[in-house]
């Protein structure tokens, strides 16, 4: 099985992240991680793993232009993934990130959308603790898709 891990990042949190879920899922698949701006060829990829940070309200464009222009993953098993501090606001936060944030990060997605998270951002220093939830999240994510199924709702934190 092959599994592409593709994101974008401002600071780098998000490329973090998307390292952390190949290291989590490299014994058991065969990964690749790129950056949207390395145009990477999801093609011959089994499931796609797609992931950006919130800025300024939105996730950033490239991640958007990039889905759109592999035809939203048409084919594809897909799992989405967003970096944002929204969900630190309690309910409202939430609700926030999911009608805004995954909407905006879904809806171009034609693809099976087998799995959706939200994990929580940083700026400044490196948030260590997320390392372990990111990995259990992953791997969830490949076991789901082998057996075919959906991980119902967005998760967050």
């Not at 997320?130 to 959906?150: N, S, T």
Request: hydrophobic share 40%; aromatic share 8%; net charge positive.
């Amino acid at each position: 099985m092959r599994v592409c891990i593709i994101y974008d990042t401002k600071r780098g949190s998000t490329e973090k992240v998307a390292h952390w879920m190949a290291e989590a899922i490299r014994d058991v698949a065969e990964v690749k991680v790129a950056r949207v701006t390395e145009s990477p060829n999801v093609d011959d990829c089994d499931l796609v793993v797609i992931g950006a940070p919130i800025y300024y309200e939105r996730p950033l464009p490239s991640v958007i232009e990039f889905i759109r222009s592999r035809n939203g993953f048409d084919g594809k098993g897909v799992a989405v993934f967003i970096l944002c501090i929204a969900d630190k606001f309690g309910k409202l936060g939430k609700k926030y990130t999911e009608a805004r944030y995954m909407r905006l990060m879904t809806e171009p997605i034609k693809g099976e959308i087998i799995a959706k998270r939200v994990f929580d951002g940083w700026i400044l220093r490196e948030n260590i603790d997320l390392r372990p939830l990111v990995q259990d999240w992953i791997k969830r994510v490949l076991r789901a898709f082998q057996k075919g199924e959906i991980i119902d709702g967005i998760e967050h934190p």
